[in-house]
């Protein structure tokens, strides 16, 4: 520590021991903050290391309800049956709570009168429209075989591979459908936690190391979160947990040329430029990485944690949590927590594509799609929406319903809410590419939803121009 460093901590009003002077801090005024958050006026060495180094610095704590280890599963057609049983299985099971009145199997409707009225809970293995009276026929099946099912109400929406109950009237060895019912998340009652305010800021898709980074707006994030800007400073001041929701760097020969649209043409490179931002947040936040399709890792989904060949330099900060994609935790202040779950969002494009009337893929689109992963139970319901390792165990379905959902990929900001849960998509930190340019897609960049732990209100801070302000595109207010 220089004599400068000294005398601005004196000048603070924070006496310190000589056991400190040997300590380098790079970011003196986001150590002042620091310090002068957890009322600190003597520093000794032991004091620094904890504060500093993010030891029992903080309230805050992460909970892991779910997380990929990262074992792994050949893509063999036993493997892909075990997979497929066990998200049946799970989603049957949450299923069964709504209604398990009636419920038949395929088997035992198969040996029914005709004009019966069925129940059962199937995977639909596919959808097709008649070509005369454009009914919905869908191939259904559950562990006891396969049957027909036809939908004449052309308002049921269905999407292969999601699991439901369907009831109906048996005719023709078909089901005609009167209702489908999906598992769905729980509705969330809206409760005030027992707490101060306390804020969660959601970032994606920050892409460091290609050309289009927007390091300047970045730059202007880490002024901020260390006190440096006054706007929204009641928000600054007050954060608690960033999370970091994939495509952290923009990685190498992720598309067609991409080359020439990197400025830092190592991955290695990529995530030591990351670490140079993310060491100048202050310790006490608690910082959340996971990883998307341009991170260095296989692309297959569940994705695990970072990489500590390439991000060697991440793992060096004492308050980030690595973890897979997707997952899900409790997020912890004192006596009070939110459930978050995280995916990166890969499987949200497939639906624009597949959609037509998602294909604009603006706010609205992502959040329709968002809303059919959460009645789906399941992030990417449709076999192909994302690629996919069939291990025994399905992490992509929700078992739990969450406080907030939150994804990235589209580069497109959006917060809204769902049945009680917060859905956030969290924008970008790159300009438009030019794959993005050839297919039309306009990113919202440099925009970060942030919500208040105590009540789940929420907002959109806009990075991007001179001054940190509020951005109402994409905002759905509650
Ligand atoms: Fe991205
Ligand atoms: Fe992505």
Known sequence: MDETQLNILFSNGILVDSSIKDVNIPDIEGFIKLLKENNVDFLDIDLFHKLYDGEASTDSSVEVIKNYEGEISAAKPA????????????????LMVKDRSGLLSLANIKNMPQSSDVKSIVMVSSVSISPVKKYTILDIEDNTGSYKAIITNSNQEILEDQVVIIS???????????DIVFPDIQMKEKVKQEMDDAFILFLSDIHVGSKLFVEDAFEKFIKWINGEIPEYSNISKLVKFIVLNGDLIDGIGVYPDQEKELA????????????????????????????????????????????????????????????????????????????????????????ANKIPKYTKMDAEDIENIMKIQLKSRHLAPTHGSTQLMPLTRDYLVIDETPDIYATGHIHKTLASIYKGTVLINSSCWQHQTSYQKKYGMVPDVAK???????????????????????????????
């Open 79 to 94: 493997n892909w049956v075990n997979y497929f049983n066990d998200r049946f299985n799970r989603l049957k099971t949450i």
């Open 264 to 351: 830092i043409t190592d991955l290695k490179g990529q995530y030591d430029k990351l670490y140079s931002f993310l060491d100048r947040i202050p310790k006490n936040i608690k910082i959340i990485l996971s990883q998307g399709n341009h991170d260095a890792t296989h692309i297959a989904e569940p994705q695990p944690k970072l990489d500590k060949v390439f991000a060697e330099s991440l793992y060096k900060l004492k308050n980030a949590v690595f973890l897979s994609n997707p997952y899900q935790v409790n997020l912890i202040v004192g006596k009070s927590k939110i459930n978050l779950l995280s995916y990166h969002g890969f499987s949200i494009t497939y639906y």
């Open 448 to 478: 970060i939803p942030v919500v208040n732990m105590r009540d789940k209100s929420f907002q959109i801070l806009d990075f991007l121009g001179d001054k940190v302000q509020t951005y109402k595109k994409g905002l759905k207010e509650e």
């Open 168 to 178: 109906g009237r048996k005719y023709n060895d078909a089901i005609f459908v009167k």
